[in-house]
């Protein structure tokens, strides 16, 4: 079965930089559109970024615009989420989620994705 681990979440200082990493195993990541989500307690998950199944279109929400890039390696069957210029406000649970064809999940809600992990801890704090 498919398989979706997310890496590299932890503590950082504000202003500071962190690279989330994406790893799909069970099925090849090339005809998936890859998405980044995010959730506070109490809070609706929020679209953060998205990549399209080709990389040829991305999706950043109005909060991360300038700081955060999305990128894949289909090769390496990756999704990747570089975090620059945090802030606390950013702090929360980040979660990877795949979308295979017919790419009907929301960008900006998460509704439709098949595939999901189990999110990795993004914490910015002095």
């Known amino acids: 079965q498919v398989q979706v681990v997310e890496s590299g979440g932890g503590l950082v200082q504000p202003r500071g930089s962190l690279t989330l990493s994406c790893t799909v195993s069970g099925s090849s990541i090339s005809t998936y559109a890859m998405c980044w989500f995010r959730q506070t307690p109490g809070k609706e998950r929020e679209g953060v970024s998205c990549?399209?199944?080709?990389?040829?279109?991305?999706y950043y929400g109005d909060s991360v615009k300038g700081r955060f890039t999305i990128s894949r390696d289909n090769a390496k069957n990756t999704a990747y989420l570089q975090m620059n210029s945090l802030k606390p406000e950013d702090t929360a649970m980040y979660y990877c989620?795949?979308?295979?064809?017919?790419?009907?999940?929301?960008?900006?809600?998460?509704?439709?994705?098949?595939?999901w992990g189990q999110g990795t801890q993004v914490t910015v704090s002095a």
């Open positions: 990549i399209s199944y080709g990389g040829a279109s991305t």
């Open positions: 989620a795949a979308d295979p064809p017919p790419h009907s999940g929301s960008w900006v809600t998460g509704v439709g994705f098949a595939y």
